[in-house]
């Protein structure tokens, strides 16, 4: 459950594209995340395969699953730490979901 936070909260930046992407496509891109991205539950550090689904996955999939219970599972500033690490920007006092970043 963990790893599905810190991937998910991977996901802030917002991505332009010419169509959103599918119901399918969205659950297709969280799995991929959350398997690309288990080492991290276990205290490791974010995989290449890990960042590069933090950076290719769709705002539009991430956030309406960030519920309040999966929300207080996380610490936020660690997550944006890890993030960033993997090259992707997490922009200020954005609300994604039950979570809004520093």
Not at 5 to 17: A, C, H, I, P, Y
């Amino acid at each position: 459950m963990v790893v599905l936070v810190v991937v998910l909260l991977g996901m802030w930046e917002v991505k332009t594209s010419s169509a959103a992407p599918s119901a399918a496509e969205c659950k297709e891109e969280r799995r991929l995340a959350i398997n690309a991205c288990k080492p991290v539950v276990y205290g490791k550090d974010p995989s290449p395969a890990c960042c590069e689904r933090a950076r290719v996955t769709h705002l539009e999939c991430v956030c309406p699953v960030i519920t309040p219970k999966l929300a207080a599972l996380i610490d936020v500033n660690k997550a944006v730490r890890l993030i960033e690490g993997c090259g992707r920007k997490v922009p200020r006092h954005y609300k994604c979901g039950s979570i809004t970043t520093p």
